[in-house]
């Protein structure tokens, strides 16, 4: 193998023999360059291989011929090896996105490029703290050449303050190193590490100086404004090696160094660290130039690692793991979005709109966002998920808070801007050039995220059976790269991969598990029904599939996980599907935003209750029952986490737009389908917090409270809207209230009642969504004052809609009556009066907007440009009858589901079950037949509608302006339409309670976060001299806090 | 080690120096004296360093007629530190200069040397 202190002599020899080259010659500088840093990977490549395949051991290099302090020495071990690995391929990349910048520059640049990169080997190799000192310095001294790669003001003026900043810090480092000596005695940093310089004060100090400056290298938040304006103001392609490459180097030394303090050390880096981390995260959430924001992130996401460096101590053997993890997907995200940034060249993060005219780099964009997040199946998710468990076992609990409210304060601006690239308007935007050297360095990145994700899945605790999480997303993978194809073709192979999954999963389940054989039967079938509806669609649709799977691959996923990674990785799967098939609506940027805000809120709070469980109690799903320590904490947590997924009030403000706001037949699917998952969650926690012993939880009875007032709430709003889908939104925000109060009651009847509401809100939902949803794409209109008279246009639509409501609304005979029964039988044996009131009510209001979507709609005046209008496509009729049938069958037999379901429960709830003979149900305080009701108010319609339909022969048909237009005027409805704000006097009564005092709360908490955002990043005022101030007054609170 | 000892006086004289490096560095706002009170904080940091490897009454570290291999770690100065400041004077040369090609590059810019005009990126 060949020594790695030939890194460092090539290098040079190359510098120094581009030096001879004439004149013209700056093309082959570079290609010479080029293939140096090649030679150089190809180095730590073998060395790497042979520390991870083979059996090589950590290896010193003495130069000189003597041994340490009277010479420099080099180590090069698994870390080291690594590390050069990522610096050089990343640098061999950075030099040809840079390759045109540099030959026009000349080849002093291309020199200057190689010893940047040589500097950086040496940094991570050299086991001399002098010797580190100096090829900081050159590294110092290679980016201020960098800089002024880009040659304007800015780009001088920040490099100037970079020169006071790094002057002042490699100062301070050196004054620690002499001291160092002179209390050690020698330079060798295992010297330093034995020496146990905390002992002496000055050995202290001398120290405290070493890794102060070190630290303040990473750019700490405040001391860090020099370094934002660098990134912001130079070229992309540097930034990119700054925020990737330099930062390894230092983060390296800064772990080689650390050892030499004692465990407060190690507290304080964690205690800056993650100052760093929250702070620069807040600060970048009013950031607008993407080269700025990113420098934010950069920061933040180093101050993250730093922390983890200084967690070190009580990470045990994940540390290496977790660090590793989370810093590649920093290293690869970071670079690739500095990367497409130079592509794109934009100052505001608003013109990344363009992007979106290659599909490819949104892709490629998405993929980084996603990986800096910590979203499945990027390294990140998997780092991060250890970091959390591992936290938690040692017992640092309010460290886990700190951690997510900073990932958090990134997500808010990185999907501010991920949304900003998907939707807005691009017309206006200058075309951009593609040059393949810019883009291959972006891809090469870019599938790396996916494979090392892939591979960081083996190092994880509880991922041995991952394969069948993996199998469908390759399966995914294929689909997008089957993009090309019409909608059509990608729709059956869609349809084909659902239904085999589901024939997998299925079957097997009803034996083992009813619970999730419903809620699998829900997602998977309900899956393969509402992609029906997509055959409607014309041309390719694209990324439409994709996204659509990895929704439905993450609800299959929740229903056969096992453990809580394998839940968690689901879920988060389940929110990336359906936040990008979300944002697909036309006007749905703002909704997709406050829904993945939501949901990322709640998977947090989800993942911390997981790691506190997990401290108590192991990985698996049953580790949530019986915890001993701190149970409420941890059930509360995740109870708000699951309910920011079935919107209940107060969670609820992203849904109205986001479900209304979709595709026709996304709607449905994140309607009737995706909420669902959030009560699978609740379920899962109730059971875990003891079915029917939990009865009396002061939980349940807080979350009975808010479903009672959600489903009043949700149901009143549903009766003001104008607009169908928004109406249905709001309906569905009702109807979970009911599903959550029904399963807080926790008895065997309340749980029924929940099921039952669950399986019927999934059947009546995916009915009234589709239905309405392809009427919309008939009229172009989400309206109903626009619409009107359409019964006879469109029959199959006016049925559909008129037994979802039926169903909806729970009067006889269909399904949404034996939901009814059930719950109230529910409500008085658990003698919740208050709350059942409460419920009733909300209940009679349902009728009122279910009233409103068969008249406004349907009944009244057909309007003009309706006239020739169809009726709904034939793709969505397939799925929304099919599911009438499911509705008819589940009202005629209701036994057939509940009988099974109420066996599953008796396990659980023993106590009050319902008997059954044969389909007559029975409780304490009366009985019901389902299959009777329906044949009595079958024979009862029949009759009424024959005796109807003879009477109707002897009416006279009144065409529609046979007389008058009835008062409406058909080209103006809202003025006249008795269907425009149809309940004013009701709203006038009792509309306060859906003012939109919640929508206000959020509102005004996003706006104070951005105020405090934009007070606080004043104090990087631009001037070189304040930043150097903050250098020295971050140094000094340094050491007032240590000694 | 007295209050007057040669080493004392060096080492006081160096942190003056340093103190004094960073008050120009933190007050002027002429970019040319700022980048003379980094000179100051250089040669203050490279005057403790030498003062560190003094050792009274001892001699050059050569070997040689006058210093026999075996007494030389008692009769010489330490080596160490005085290669270190070679080292640390080249790179703060270096500094220095890449320093004032940038306020050359400013003062064209901008015809003026105050620092409070080059504030265009911020926040």
């Known amino acids: 193998m060949i020594s790695p202190i030939h890194i460092i002599s090539i290098s040079l020899g190359v510098a120094f023999a581009i030096g001879f080259l004439g004149k013209n010659s700056n093309k082959l500088s570079a290609v010479i360059m080029l293939l140096t840093i090649g030679i150089l990977t190809f180095i730590s490549a073998q060395w790497a291989q042979a520390f991870y395949f083979g059996n090589q051991e950590t290896v010193q290099i003495f130069t000189a011929g003597y041994k340490p302090p009277f010479s420099i020495n080099l180590q090069i071990g698994v870390s080291e090896s690594i590390i050069i690995l990522l610096i050089n391929s990343i640098g061999l990349l950075g030099g040809i996105y840079l390759f045109d910048t540099l030959v026009k520059t000349g080849k002093n640049a291309v020199v200057v490029y190689l010893i940047f990169i040589m500097s950086l080997n040496q940094v991570v190799l050299t086991q001399d703290i002098f010797n580190l000192f100096v090829f900081l310095e050159i590294q110092s001294i290679a980016t201020a050449g960098l800089i002024v790669l880009e040659r304007n003001r800015n780009s001088i003026s920040s490099g100037f303050k970079y020169m006071i900043a790094t002057g002042i810090i490699s100062s301070l480092l050196l004054i620690g190193i002499v001291f160092g000596y002179y209390f050690t005695g020698s330079l060798n940093i295992a010297d330093f590490i034995q020496a146990n310089m905390m002992l002496s004060k000055g050995g202290a100090v001398a120290l405290f100086l070493i890794l102060a400056s070190l630290l303040l290298e990473l750019k700490p938040f405040p001391a860090n404004g020099w370094a934002l304006d660098v990134y912001e103001s130079i070229k992309p392609g540097t930034s990119a090696m700054l925020s990737a490459a330099s930062a390894s180097a230092v983060l390296f030394a800064l772990y080689k160094v650390l050892p030499a303090g004692n465990p407060q050390t190690f507290e304080i880096v964690l205690g800056f660290g993650l100052i760093t981390f929250v702070g620069s995260n807040l600060l970048g959430i009013k950031q607008t130039n993407p080269q700025r924001l990113l420098g934010y992130s950069s920061v933040g996401q180093i101050g993250l690692i730093v922390a983890i460096l200084g967690m070190k101590p009580f990470l045990g053997e994940k540390f290496t793991f977790i660090a590793i993890a989370i810093f590649i997907s920093h290293f690869l995200a970071k670079a690739g979005l500095f990367w497409l940034s130079g592509i794109i060249k934009a100052d505001n993060i608003r013109d990344w709109a363009n992007l979106r005219k290659k599909p490819f780099l949104l892709v490629l964009f998405g993929t980084f966002v996603f990986t800096l997040i910590g979203f499945p199946p990027f390294p990140s998710f998997f780092g991060k998920w250890e970091l959390i468990m591992q936290l938690s076992q040692s017992g640092y609990w309010y460290l886990v808070g700190v951690i997510l409210l900073g990932s958090f304060f990134e997500g808010i601006y990185l999907f501010k801007w991920l949304g900003y690239a998907i939707k807005l308007d691009n017309v206006n935007l200058p075309e951009f050039n593609i040059n393949w050297k810019k883009i291959i360095p972006v891809a090469i990145v870019g599938v790396l995220t996916y494979l090392a994700g892939y591979y960081s899945s083996f190092f994880t605790t509880g991922t041995e059976h991952f394969e069948k999480f993996f199998v469908p997303l390759f399966f995914i993978a294929i689909l997008y790269f089957l993009d090309f194809l019409p909608n059509f073709v990608k729709n059956i192979i869609a349809i084909a991969g659902m239904s085999y999954y589901g024939y997998i999963l299925l079957p097997g389940l009803y034996e083992t598990d009813l619970l999730r054989f419903i809620f699998g039967a829900i997602f998977i079938v309900g899956g393969v029904l509402t992609l029906i509806a997509g055959f409607t669609y014309k041309g390719q649709r694209k990324g439409f599939h994709p996204a659509a799977l990895m929704m439905f691959a993450g609800l299959g996923g929740i229903i056969q996980a096992s453990n809580m990674i394998e839940f968690f990785f689901s879920w988060e799967m389940m929110t990336l599907g359906s936040y990008i098939l979300i944002i697909r609506g036309k006007k749905s940027m703002p909704h997709g935003l406050s829904y993945m805000l939501f949901s990322l809120a709640g998977a947090y709070l989800i993942l911390a209750a997981f790691g506190f469980t997990f401290s108590q109690n192991g990985i698996s799903l049953e580790a949530l029952k019986g915890l001993a320590f701190a149970p409420n904490l941890i059930y509360g947590l995740l109870a708000v986490g699951f309910m920011t997924k079935t919107a209940s009030l107060g969670l609820h403000i992203w849904l109205p737009g986001a479900h209304a706001e979709a595709e026709s037949d996304v709607s449905p699917m994140v309607s009737a389908i995706l909420l669902k998952a959030g009560v699978f969650g609740l379920i899962i926690l109730f059971l875990s917090m003891g079915a029917e012993a939990a009865g009396q939880n002061s939980i349940l009875y807080l979350l009975g409270w808010l479903g009672a007032i959600t489903a009043l709430v949700g149901n009143t709003a549903a009766s003001f809207q104008e607009d169908a889908k928004k109406l249905l939104a709001y309906s569905s925000i009702g109807q979970l209230g009911y599903i959550l109060f029904a399963f807080s009651i926790m008895t065997h009847l309340g749980w029924l009642a929940g099921f039952t509401y669950s399986i019927n809100h999934f059947l009546f939902k995916a009915v009234l969504f589709l239905a309405i949803g392809a009427v919309v794409l008939r009229l172009k209109t989400h309206n109903m004052y626009e619409m009107g008279g359409l019964i006879k246009r469109m029959p199959f639509a006016f049925i559909a809609v008129l037994i979802g409501i039926i169903t909806l609304s729970g009067v006889p005979p269909l399904s949404g009556f034996a939901g009814k029964w059930l719950f109230y039988n529910a409500v008085i044996e658990k003698g919740w009066y208050f709350q059942g009131t409460i419920v009733f009510f909300a209940g009679t209001i349902a009728f009122l907007y279910s009233f409103r979507l068969i008249h406004s709609i349907f009944l009244g005046q057909l309007k003009d440009n309706h006239r020739t209008v169809k009726d709904i496509s034939i793709w969505f009729i397939i799925p929304i009858y099919t599911l009438i049938i499911g509705i008819m069958i589940f009202s005629a037999r209701p036994d057939l589901i509940l009988k099974p379901i109420g066996n599953f429960l008796m396990p659980y709830f023993p106590t009050d079950a319902l008997s059954w003979t044969d389909t007559m149900a029975k409780t304490r305080l009366g009985y019901w037949d389902g299959t009777w009701v329906m044949i009595i108010i079958g024979i009862m319609f029949s009759l009424i509608f024959a005796w109807l339909f003879i009477l109707s022969r002897k009416a006279t048909k009144v065409e529609q302006f046979n007389i008058a237009y009835s008062g409406e005027r058909p080209e103006r409805p809202e003025t006249t339409h008795m269907a425009h704000n149809i309940y004013a006097g009701f709203n006038k009564a009792v509309g306060f309670i859906v003012t939109p005092n919640i929508s206000k709360f959020w509102a005004s908490a996003s706006e104070n976060l951005d105020g405090a955002a934009g007070y606080f990043r004043r104090i990087y005022n631009g001037n070189g001299q304040t930043y150097a101030l903050h250098i020295i007054i971050y140094t000094l609170a340094m050491y007032l806090m240590i000694f | ?123």
């Open chain 2, 1 to 123: 080690m007295s209050y007057f000892s040669l080493e004392y006086i060096a080492m006081i004289t160096g942190f003056l120096l340093i103190v004094l490096g960073i008050w120009a560095i933190l007050t002027y706002k002429n970019l040319l004296k700022i980048v003379i009170g980094f000179s100051l904080f250089d040669t203050g940091i490279n005057i403790i360093i030498v003062s560190i490897a003094y050792v009274k009454n001892s001699t050059a570290p050569i070997i040689d007629s006058a210093v026999s291999l075996k007494d030389a770690v008692n009769k010489i100065a330490d080596p160490v530190p005085q290669a270190l400041v070679l080292t640390s004077i080249v790179i703060g040369l270096g500094v220095t200069a890449l320093m004032l090609a940038y306020v050359l590059k400013l003062y064209q810019d901008k015809k003026t040397l105050d620092i409070e005009s080059f504030t265009d990126l911020k926040w």
